[in-house]
């Protein structure tokens, strides 16, 4: 897949986290792009963030009851995310590190999903990226991206999925779709000019 193709996927990756996130977006619309902006509706939400940069940006919408964030942009670069949380028992925590900045965008729509993701862009000329996207109920994502110029997309529609992936040195381009309930880990460790794009589905999902 050519890098082109894979910036068009992850556009549409965003595109999906931008609707989910309407209720950020409005909120921050006419501010600047660095700081913190965070809505929260809903019952017992918590949102823990930590910024080291102050060209640095999170912008984060969470609806639905006891979603937890926990957000902290460190190291010498900027770095943006646009975190979303709607459906209730969500939780995610981010770490973004590193020379260079990193991008994150991450939507969590039913209940009880869990996001661990870590990215650290170890040069100051390249950027790492992700997108999260999950729609079931209790979907993981575990996400490790340490290098240069990483990107990843990663999506779970159904329920009950686990997809974890690592992503090291640099280079490394990872798309990995999962569409129905209950589908197998693969586990995916990438080092160095490494190219993924995996579809899995057993028919069941929404």
Sequence with gaps: MTN??????????LAACALLATAAAAQAQGTPERGVFVTQIGDAPRAEITQRNADSLARVAQEGANNQLDLTQEGSAAHRAE???GGDDN???AVQDGEGSTDLALAQEGNGNSAILFQREQSALAETSA?????GNGN???????????????????????MTASQIDSGNRLEWN???????DLQIIQSGGATMQVTQSNGSGG
């Excluded at 997108?131 to 729609?135: A, D, G, S």
Aim: glycine letters at 8%.
């Design 83 to 85: 975190i979303a949380q």
């Design 91 to 93: 939780t995610a925590s």
């Design 131 to 135: 997108t999260i996207l999950q729609r």
């Design 140 to 162: 993981s994502i575990i996400l490790a991206q340490d290098g240069s110029d990483n990107e990843a997309l990663l999506t779970q529609e159904g329920d009950n999925n686990i």
């Design 4 to 13: 082109a193709a894979f910036s068009s996927r992850i556009a549409t990756g």
């Design 178 to 184: 999962q569409i129905g309930d209950d589908v197998a």
